[in-house]
């Protein structure tokens, strides 16, 4: 299954508790689009936001974000893991 990274450039008002709570909901609904979220990092400072997740396609993974929590990301990149 392709794994992807999608990056949210501005999200207002971001903390790593708020954050926390938000993959919490894409692990609640996941299942349901076929996605499986395995990792995010995040900076408080610039309010940018990292997921790493296998989806069945990019659309998959921005719609499960948007039913779990409404944070789109700005921009998905298919990507390959490395060592």
Do not use: S
Not at 50 to 64: D, H, I, S, V
Request: aromatic share 8%; net charge negative.
């Amino acid at each position: 299954m392709p794994l992807y990274l999608d990056i949210h450039r501005k999200v207002e008002g971001l903390t790593g508790d708020k954050l926390a709570q938000a993959h919490q909901k894409d692990l609640e609904m996941q299942d349901k689009r076929g996605v499986k979220f395995q990792k995010y990092w995040y900076n408080e400072d610039t309010g940018q936001a990292f997921c790493l997740y296998e989806a069945p396609n990019r659309e998959a993974g921005q719609e499960t974000h948007r039913e779990a929590h409404g944070l789109i990301a700005d921009e998905t990149i298919e990507v390959k893991e490395g060592m």
